[in-house]
């Protein structure tokens, strides 16, 4: 069976600093854009879509509330050595929401888009 594509949408401000920030930081491929309103940026099977005010997903709902970026969900990437990508990516200035919690599964540390959405750095444990 072929690996599907997984997809998620993030509420972002601005889908050029989105972009800038998911491709130079974490290693995000571009696959298209439309920006101010839309672009889309995979990484192995994980195809993440960067949705802008002006795009459809963000338009207001039904009651007049508008989506908006941040929150608590967040996507969850793997990594081989924490530590060195917690330097790599501070260096770079890269805003953090917390420092690296350890746990019996493993450590993470919790990043912050541009847009304050959040995305997950994880070593798992023995690793």
Known sequence: MAEAMVNVRYIVDDVDAAVAWYTQHLGFTLLTSAAPA???VALGSLRLLLSGAKSSAGRPMADGERPQPGGWNRIHLIV???AADVARLRAAGVQFRNDIVT?????QILL?????????LFQPAGR
């Open 38 to 40: 839309f672009a889309d």
């Open 80 to 82: 081989e050595d924490l």
């Open 103 to 107: 746990g019996p599964g493993g450590s």
């Open 112 to 120: 912050k888009d541009p847009a304050g959405n959040l995305v997950e």
